[in-house]
């Protein structure tokens, strides 16, 4: 199958975020992110784009898709691929199994738009020894990779940043998908920073979700009740700071004074 066919042989289903890559700039920049003989998960490989090129070059592939069509024709392919293996459900509950029975050391994957936030949160509990390249709406691959004190910075910029670095590598025009998003699109690397979290991934989602809830608020009264000034004071957070002005490490202070309070 050529990197086109696909699109032209399956109608796209918008409820399930389809928009099938036909720029070669970007399907080289996914694929090739991926080392030579590297295990990976592919999440929605629909017609192929990716996964053709992933696949000729890692030494285990395991495709997650939700559509019958994609995972029954990816399931016919894997006599003649016998590094492939097709896990046919939702990405949002198979994953955490699949990542636990093959322990891959890469996830890539053009995202669904529809749940790139949940996703995200889930993809950064995994700490994968290669790392992750993954297409968004650029929207969301800004605030993923915004540093704390700008506007657009949030709890998915936190969560990343437990076991990653995230980093922008291109940013492509609607006319790179067929068929084509209202929006631009963006491809992250998230590579292991390789330092100990000091906290646990559970525990900073919760304080993140809680602290992040409100954004106008102070970060004394998002936690009103639970943490006194003098408990941030004692960790070096003025608690007049507001969520997007604490940054990764000061979100991990505050996730352990929630567990000692
Ligand atoms: N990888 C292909 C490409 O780049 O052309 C398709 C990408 S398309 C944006 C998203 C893919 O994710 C589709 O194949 C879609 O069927 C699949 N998908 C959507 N929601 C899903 C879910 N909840 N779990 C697994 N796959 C899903």
Redo the contacts with the bound molecule.
């Keep these: 199958m050529s990197k086109h066919s ?2 032209e042989h399956f109608r ?2 918008k409820a ?7 720029s070669q700039k ?2 080289r920049t996914i694929a090739q992110a991926v080392p030579e003989g590297a295990s990976a998960i ?10 053709t090129s992933v696949l000729a070059r890692v030494n285990h592939l395991t495709i ?4 019958d069509r ?1 995972a029954e024709y990816w399931q016919a392919k894997t006599g003649e691929h016998p590094n492939l293996s097709v896990s046919h ?6 994953l955490t199994d699949v990542v636990a029975a093959g322990h891959p050391e890469w996830i890539v ?7 790139s936030g949940p ?1 995200t949160a889930l993809l950064a509990s995994f700490a994968l020894t290669g790392g992750m390249v993954l ?1 968004y709406q650029r929207e969301v691959g800004q605030r993923i990779v915004a540093e704390a004190g700008t506007k657009i910075y949030g709890g998915l910029s936190v969560l990343v940043r437990h076991f990653y670095t995230p980093k922008k590598l291109i940013v492509l025009p609607p006319g790179a ?2 068929p084509p998003p209202k929006v631009h699109s963006m491809v992250i690397q998230l590579l292991p920073h390789g330092k100990t979290p000091k906290c646990a991934f559970d525990d900073l989602q919760k304080t993140v979700r809680q602290g992040f809830a409100h954004r106008r608020k102070t970060i004394y009264n998002q936690f009103r009740g639970q943490l006194t000034q003098e408990d941030y004071l004692g960790v070096g957070i003025d608690p007049r700071k507001r969520p997007e002005q604490l940054d990764y490490d000061d979100w991990v202070r505050i996730a352990l004074l929630l567990k000692q309070a």
């Design positions: 696909g699109s796209a289903n399930l975020g389809q928009h099938f890559l036909v970007a399907i592919e999440i929605g490989p629909g017609p192929g784009a990716i996964t997650i898709e939700k559509d994609f459900g939702d990405v949002m509950e198979v994957g053009n995202l669904p738009y529809n749940i996703l297409m998908f067929n």
